[in-house]
């Protein structure tokens, strides 16, 4: 069976166990859990990196890794780290499921990276939406927050529902749902042209992972969510679940329909222009900082879904380093949307913030202009990297409806840099010191320029394991 | 690794910008003393880079190249010739002066005025020297912050809109530019096999003529909006209106150059059988550039719209310049970058001194300064000759020149050029009239003259303004091989043109053979 493929996996599901009967007997006692939790996140990444170059195929050949699948690994678990870290200052109390979630979704998304078999990809994108359903609801006394998970909650079903259709179709076609086994029966067939049956196969496997990536139009849950959910979870949603679904995507797309791009390019790269423009374009109106960053969500999924058309090598290595500069952003940004609480997130309330709290307002800068892809940081260098895929491939026009739609969210970010420069407070918010909430923020931005100016190291990494 | 000169003059002031963080907000003629001194070290600096620079050479001069992200074949290579030279000398010189003209003017955040301007200093510098493509784009985009930040914080009242119209033209000219050079970039992998955005290795490249025109107008779109080139130059009466004194300086003085600087860099060696077929749509468009700019000079009510409006009109006559393709024209066009940042900066700071005195700039609001403010006016009266081109003043050499250039061009264009220069007197001798002469108005009776600040912040402008007026060989002779290198490439795409009409295609095919050996 191979078991020792996953054993960071075990870790993890070992340590949620642990979570819940730590939980069981000193009940609600955030931080000696959260530490639980980081220690064995790090023993588990400790054992990912060790084993880092060791390729396998295990669980009756469900599972494949390979030094990719780990470099994808990296993003999750960066993520749920700063989740932790952005937990202890963001709830007062709260019960140890939260941790036993963000261990969960961990252990999904990694096995979503690494499984080969459409059933497995199935069942961990369900453990996935179960676990981000317990942390959008984890507070359950607050308002909004029941309308944010059911409706994570009916759209996750339901785009689920597509895929499984999709899976079974997949089965009917090829007689099995190994992904590698689909791509050697489709070569094998020397078929040519764009059978009916397979465009639906794809479509509806598409559809269930759209609604992942929140990707027109199967983006309507995001906003809602966004603004119902805790920030930090909002943050974690954004980053990792949503790498997880790239990975997905460039999986069955490339591994398991590679020799027919036909199918698949041309509906890429129609959802990427859709995607970016309605992302941003709808981004344009809200004032809520939230909401906002949920629009920009769809924005930036529009931009890696760019880099998902043009299907090369240098694909692969984009998407992964803009899911890692983007996990460093959205922490930054939302590690101070935490620290004016999830109640002052309209634009006004961040009016004059860089008079009363100046480093706050210097920080949430620099994230707003690394989101915008600004030069020197992060933003900009994945940007430009998951663009220079496209182009590559000669998609001329996705890169420069790319950089228009930078040119257009420039509006959106700066204008919250307005508000926080060039207005003056209406009434003067007291924040509080939080040690934690600045920690992610200072890894945030710390990151944001070492990707920016040095990206060089990480991206050695990335290539190295392709 | 050693640090080479240039790479000093490049980040000194973001390294000079360091320690102000740890300054009190509260004391800010501390803020600015160290800030003016930070600069004026920094001009210092970049005076050494003449020390061993040879005005004679061909190529450039203070290059390095260190590695910088290998992965993409992108480097750290920067190096400079005359014509950067002289417009990083323009820059320092121009941001000193800028912090000294601040002392007054900027009443609130000063420490982020301080650290905003350094900031922005980099940048420019950072785009004149960078021979990297992807570093020019990163120097070209990092400087869009500091100026929004300028102009959005410390603005006038329409601030906020007129610093995001700079921000998404901008950003929208650089999507072309960018996607741009990922297609140069993959088409010379195609062609030679290396990844590379080294610009001189660039340079060697023949681009398909087909492949050139697209390339060459995503290029000139971006650039045209920064110069800014006619239908593109909405942005820059907002920008320039609303921004601080020093903003508007540096705008003037060296944001726009930085478009031409393209043209002349990049877009013209990189595709000069482009260039060549777009040069009679540019030349009109620059001629546009003359009469428009003059025409909403002239019935402009507010000063400084008046000098915003002025910086199209010669921005035109430098687009003129660049694109006859000739010695005179091309040398005109860099002196009078040089020319307009000086006179054009000078321009602004007066117009900043009287709105600190006054706090309108609203042309009808002055009147007979001259008697009130005697040696203020006698300076605003050399600079708006100078502005206008006044034989003896600095303006002068550099319209001769492009005149001169644009003749041996084509001559309908020297005709509109002409026009341009009279329009330009009228405009200016007008406003100059209303604002300096006439009766005393009552309210100006009190206005103190130039105080002792700003006489220094005026006084090195005015010796330049001279010196080149009257001596513009050194000048001349430091930008002489830019000048005769880009011609050089237009001109040899020219012969190559020639040549293919000539010749028929076989034989071409066997000359092909030939060189290749």
């Given at each position: 069976m191979n078991a020792h493929i996953l054993l960071p996996e075990i870790i993890l599901s070992i340590t949620a166990a642990l979570v819940l009967i730590i939980e069981f007997l000193t009940p609600r006692r955030l931080q000696f859990t959260g530490t639980v939790t980081i220690l064995g996140i790090l023993l588990a990444l400790f054992y990912d990196l060790s084993m880092f170059r060791n390729a396998g195929v295990g669980f009756f050949g469900m599972v494949k890794v390979g030094p990719f699948d780990r470099t994808f690994d990296l993003v999750f678990f960066i993520g749920a780290i700063l989740l932790i870290l952005l937990s202890f200052d963001y709830f007062v109390e709260i019960s140890g499921e939260f941790y036993f979630f963000i261990l969960t979704s961990l252990i999904a998304m990694m096995l979503l990276a690494k499984s080969i078999d459409l059933f497995m990809i199935f069942l961990s994108l369900e453990t996935l939406s179960f676990s981000l359903l317990g942390l959008i609801g984890i507070l359950k006394q607050k308002e909004f927050v029941a309308e944010a998970s059911m409706k994570y909650y009916l759209l996750a079903a339901f785009s689920s529902a597509f895929f499984l259709f999709g899976i079974v179709l997949t089965y009917v076609v090829f007689q099995t749902t190994n992904i590698s086994e689909i791509s050697n029966k489709l070569f094998a067939s020397g078929l040519t042209g764009i059978k009916p049956a397979l465009i639906v196969t794809v479509v509806l496997i598409l559809v269930g992972l759209a609604f992942k990536v929140a990707a027109i139009p199967f983006h309507m849950w995001t906003p809602d969510v966004y603004e119902g959910a805790p920030a930090p979870v909002v943050a974690f949603i954004s980053a990792g679940p949503k790498a997880a679904g790239f990975a997905i995507i460039l999986k069955i797309m490339l591994n398991g329909y590679q020799s027919h791009p036909e199918l698949w390019s041309s509906i890429f790269a129609y959802l990427a222009v859709l995607t970016m423009f309605w992302g941003n374009l709808a981004a344009l109106k809200t004032r809520n900082l939230k909401r906002m960053l949920a629009y920009s969500t769809i924005a930036h999924a529009g931009y890696v879904l760019v880099a998902v058309v043009s299907a090369n090598q240098q694909a692969y290595a984009a998407i992964v380093f803009y899911m890692l500069s983007y996990t460093f952003m959205v922490f930054g940004a939302f590690s101070i949307i935490s620290m004016l609480g999830d109640s002052h997130s309209n634009l006004e309330d961040y009016a004059g913030l860089s008079r009363t709290s100046p480093i706050l307002a210097f920080m949430m800068a620099i994230f707003m202009i690394s989101l915008t892809g600004i030069p020197t940081t992060s933003g900009f260098i994945s940007k430009f990297y998951v663009f220079m895929s496209a182009a590559k491939t000669n998609h001329i026009w996705l890169v420069v409806f790319g950089f228009i739609n930078g040119a257009i969210s420039a509006y959106y970010y700066l204008r919250v840099v307005v508000f926080m420069y060039m207005m003056d407070t209406r009434e003067e918010l007291a924040i509080p010191y939080f040690p934690f909430l600045r920690s992610v923020m200072w890894i945030a931005v710390i990151f944001i320029f070492y990707l920016g100016l040095f990206p060089q190291k990480v991206f050695e990494i990335i290539i190295s394991a392709l | 690794m050693k640090l080479d000169l240039l790479s000093l003059v490049i980040f000194f002031p973001v390294i000079g910008a360091i320690p102000i963080f740890f300054m009190?907000?509260?004391?800010k003629k501390m803020l600015f003393d160290y800030t003016l001194l930070i600069t004026l070290i920094e001009f210092l600096f970049s005076l050494f880079l003449l020390k061993d620079f040879k005005f004679s050479l061909y190529g450039f001069q203070h290059e390095h190249i260190y590695q910088w992200i290998p992965a993409i074949g992108a480097s750290y290579h920067i190096g400079i010739d005359g014509m950067s030279l002289i417009l990083i000398l323009l820059t320092t010189f121009l941001t000193a002066l800028g912090i000294l003209s601040s002392y007054n003017y900027i009443t609130h955040k000063a420490k982020e005025y301080v650290i905003v301007m350094l900031l922005m200093e980099t940048g420019m510098i950072g785009v004149f020297a960078s021979l990297d493509l992807l570093l020019f784009y990163l120097f070209w985009e990092l400087m869009l912050i500091p100026m929004y930040f300028l102009i959005g914080i410390w603005g006038h009242e329409r601030r906020v809109y007129a610093a995001f119209k700079f921000v998404i033209y901008t950003m929208a000219g650089s999507a072309l530019l960018i996607t741009g050079i990922l297609v140069l970039y993959f088409y010379n992998h195609q062609q030679t096999g290396i990844y590379t955005f080294d610009l001189l290795k660039l340079y060697r490249l023949n681009v398909p003529y087909g492949l050139a025109k697209k390339l060459f107008l995503a290029f000139a779109i971006a650039f045209a909006i920064k110069v800014p080139i006619f239908p593109f130059h909405t942005w820059l009466p907002d920008a320039h209106v609303e921004a601080p004194t020093a903003g508007s300086v540096l705008l003037a003085g060296v944001l726009l150059k930085m478009g031409i600087y393209g043209f002349l860099r990049f877009a013209f060696p990189l595709f000069p059988a482009a260039a060549l077929h777009y040069a009679p749509f540019f030349m009109a468009l620059g001629i546009i550039g003359i009469i428009y700019g003059a025409f909403m000079s002239w019935v402009q009510k507010d000063l400084k719209k008046l000098v915003a409006y002025s910086s199209v009109a010669h921005l035109g006559f430098i687009v003129l310049g660049i694109f006859t393709f000739n010695m005179y024209g091309t040398q005109g066009a860099i002196i009078q970058m040089v020319n307009h940042g000086l006179s054009t900066g000078a321009l602004f700071f007066i117009v900043g001194m009287l709105y600190e005195r006054r706090h309108t700039r609203l042309i009808e609001e002055f009147g007979g300064l001259a008697k009130v403010m005697p040696v203020f006016s006698t300076i605003f009266g050399i600079v708006m000759l100078s502005s206008i081109g006044l034989p003896g003043l600095n303006g002068f050499i550099g319209e001769f020149l492009v005149m001169l250039g644009a003749f041996k061009a084509t001559k309908v264009a020297a005709f509109f050029a002409v026009l341009g220069i009279i329009f330009a007197a009228v405009y200016m001798l007008t406003m100059f009239q209303r604002v300096v002469f006439l009766k005393v108005k009552e309210k100006n009776l009190g206005l103190p003259d130039i105080s002792l600040r700003e006489f220094f912040v005026l006084a090195p402008i005015l010796v330049f303004i001279f010196w080149i007026g009257v001596y513009p060989k050194p000048y001349l002779k430091m930008t002489e091989p830019s000048a005769h290198a880009v011609i050089y490439q237009i001109k040899s795409a020219q012969n190559a043109d020639r040549l293919k009409e000539l010749i028929k295609p076989n034989e071409m095919v066997s000359i092909n053979r030939r060189n290749a050996r």
């Amino acid at each position: 069976m191979n078991a020792h493929i996953l054993l960071p996996e075990i870790i993890l599901s070992i340590t949620a166990a642990l979570v819940l009967i730590i939980e069981f007997l000193t009940p609600r006692r955030l931080q000696f859990t959260g530490t639980v939790t980081i220690l064995g996140i790090l023993l588990a990444l400790f054992y990912d990196l060790s084993m880092f170059r060791n390729a396998g195929v295990g669980f009756f050949g469900m599972v494949k890794v390979g030094p990719f699948d780990r470099t994808f690994d990296l993003v999750f678990f960066i993520g749920a780290i700063l989740l932790i870290l952005l937990s202890f200052d963001y709830f007062v109390e709260i019960s140890g499921e939260f941790y036993f979630f963000i261990l969960t979704s961990l252990i999904a998304m990694m096995l979503l990276a690494k499984s080969i078999d459409l059933f497995m990809i199935f069942l961990s994108l369900e453990t996935l939406s179960f676990s981000l359903l317990g942390l959008i609801g984890i507070l359950k006394q607050k308002e909004f927050v029941a309308e944010a998970s059911m409706k994570y909650y009916l759209l996750a079903a339901f785009s689920s529902a597509f895929f499984l259709f999709g899976i079974v179709l997949t089965y009917v076609v090829f007689q099995t749902t190994n992904i590698s086994e689909i791509s050697n029966k489709l070569f094998a067939s020397g078929l040519t042209g764009i059978k009916p049956a397979l465009i639906v196969t794809v479509v509806l496997i598409l559809v269930g992972l759209a609604f992942k990536v929140a990707a027109i139009p199967f983006h309507m849950w995001t906003p809602d969510v966004y603004e119902g959910a805790p920030a930090p979870v909002v943050a974690f949603i954004s980053a990792g679940p949503k790498a997880a679904g790239f990975a997905i995507i460039l999986k069955i797309m490339l591994n398991g329909y590679q020799s027919h791009p036909e199918l698949w390019s041309s509906i890429f790269a129609y959802l990427a222009v859709l995607t970016m423009f309605w992302g941003n374009l709808a981004a344009l109106k809200t004032r809520n900082l939230k909401r906002m960053l949920a629009y920009s969500t769809i924005a930036h999924a529009g931009y890696v879904l760019v880099a998902v058309v043009s299907a090369n090598q240098q694909a692969y290595a984009a998407i992964v380093f803009y899911m890692l500069s983007y996990t460093f952003m959205v922490f930054g940004a939302f590690s101070i949307i935490s620290m004016l609480g999830d109640s002052h997130s309209n634009l006004e309330d961040y009016a004059g913030l860089s008079r009363t709290s100046p480093i706050l307002a210097f920080m949430m800068a620099i994230f707003m202009i690394s989101l915008t892809g600004i030069p020197t940081t992060s933003g900009f260098i994945s940007k430009f990297y998951v663009f220079m895929s496209a182009a590559k491939t000669n998609h001329i026009w996705l890169v420069v409806f790319g950089f228009i739609n930078g040119a257009i969210s420039a509006y959106y970010y700066l204008r919250v840099v307005v508000f926080m420069y060039m207005m003056d407070t209406r009434e003067e918010l007291a924040i509080p010191y939080f040690p934690f909430l600045r920690s992610v923020m200072w890894i945030a931005v710390i990151f944001i320029f070492y990707l920016g100016l040095f990206p060089q190291k990480v991206f050695e990494i990335i290539i190295s394991a392709l | 690794m050693k640090l080479d000169l240039l790479s000093l003059v490049i980040f000194f002031p973001v390294i000079g910008a360091i320690p102000i963080f740890f300054m009190s907000p509260k004391n800010k003629k501390m803020l600015f003393d160290y800030t003016l001194l930070i600069t004026l070290i920094e001009f210092l600096f970049s005076l050494f880079l003449l020390k061993d620079f040879k005005f004679s050479l061909y190529g450039f001069q203070h290059e390095h190249i260190y590695q910088w992200i290998p992965a993409i074949g992108a480097s750290y290579h920067i190096g400079i010739d005359g014509m950067s030279l002289i417009l990083i000398l323009l820059t320092t010189f121009l941001t000193a002066l800028g912090i000294l003209s601040s002392y007054n003017y900027i009443t609130h955040k000063a420490k982020e005025y301080v650290i905003v301007m350094l900031l922005m200093e980099t940048g420019m510098i950072g785009v004149f020297a960078s021979l990297d493509l992807l570093l020019f784009y990163l120097f070209w985009e990092l400087m869009l912050i500091p100026m929004y930040f300028l102009i959005g914080i410390w603005g006038h009242e329409r601030r906020v809109y007129a610093a995001f119209k700079f921000v998404i033209y901008t950003m929208a000219g650089s999507a072309l530019l960018i996607t741009g050079i990922l297609v140069l970039y993959f088409y010379n992998h195609q062609q030679t096999g290396i990844y590379t955005f080294d610009l001189l290795k660039l340079y060697r490249l023949n681009v398909p003529y087909g492949l050139a025109k697209k390339l060459f107008l995503a290029f000139a779109i971006a650039f045209a909006i920064k110069v800014p080139i006619f239908p593109f130059h909405t942005w820059l009466p907002d920008a320039h209106v609303e921004a601080p004194t020093a903003g508007s300086v540096l705008l003037a003085g060296v944001l726009l150059k930085m478009g031409i600087y393209g043209f002349l860099r990049f877009a013209f060696p990189l595709f000069p059988a482009a260039a060549l077929h777009y040069a009679p749509f540019f030349m009109a468009l620059g001629i546009i550039g003359i009469i428009y700019g003059a025409f909403m000079s002239w019935v402009q009510k507010d000063l400084k719209k008046l000098v915003a409006y002025s910086s199209v009109a010669h921005l035109g006559f430098i687009v003129l310049g660049i694109f006859t393709f000739n010695m005179y024209g091309t040398q005109g066009a860099i002196i009078q970058m040089v020319n307009h940042g000086l006179s054009t900066g000078a321009l602004f700071f007066i117009v900043g001194m009287l709105y600190e005195r006054r706090h309108t700039r609203l042309i009808e609001e002055f009147g007979g300064l001259a008697k009130v403010m005697p040696v203020f006016s006698t300076i605003f009266g050399i600079v708006m000759l100078s502005s206008i081109g006044l034989p003896g003043l600095n303006g002068f050499i550099g319209e001769f020149l492009v005149m001169l250039g644009a003749f041996k061009a084509t001559k309908v264009a020297a005709f509109f050029a002409v026009l341009g220069i009279i329009f330009a007197a009228v405009y200016m001798l007008t406003m100059f009239q209303r604002v300096v002469f006439l009766k005393v108005k009552e309210k100006n009776l009190g206005l103190p003259d130039i105080s002792l600040r700003e006489f220094f912040v005026l006084a090195p402008i005015l010796v330049f303004i001279f010196w080149i007026g009257v001596y513009p060989k050194p000048y001349l002779k430091m930008t002489e091989p830019s000048a005769h290198a880009v011609i050089y490439q237009i001109k040899s795409a020219q012969n190559a043109d020639r040549l293919k009409e000539l010749i028929k295609p076989n034989e071409m095919v066997s000359i092909n053979r030939r060189n290749a050996r």
